[in-house]
């Protein structure tokens, strides 16, 4: 039995969507098992948006697995209401 490695995204330190694209391709070739990201209402630094870069993430890969480490329901329900 193996030992799984997933990483999880909290903000955005890369320093270019090029940059960003580069350390997930170099995720998918390292052996990384997931790579997971937070969703939040505000923050002071840049983030992605989870359900599209969660997206973005599954035709950019062949084997990773992806996922959300917090669901901001409040968020998703209120966009729904506008």
């Known amino acids: ?7 999880g995204i909290a903000d955005f330190p890369f320093s270019s969507a090029k940059a ?3 350390w997930v391709a170099l995720c998918e070739e390292g ?3 997931s ?12 983030f992605l948006e ?4 969660m ?4 035709g950019a890969t062949e084997r ?3 996922g959300m480490n917090v669901c901001s329901i409040a968020l998703r329900l209120s966009l729904i209401h506008i």
Do not use: N, Y
């Open 35 to 46: 790579l997971w990201q937070s969703d939040r209402l505000v923050s002071h630094q840049p």
């Open 1 to 7: 039995m193996g030992v799984s490695v997933g990483l």
């Open 55 to 58: 997206a973005a993430i599954s």
């Open 64 to 66: 990773i697995k992806f």
């Open 20 to 22: 960003f694209w580069q």
């Open 31 to 33: 052996g990384i098992d």
């Open 50 to 53: 989870c359900i599209s870069t």
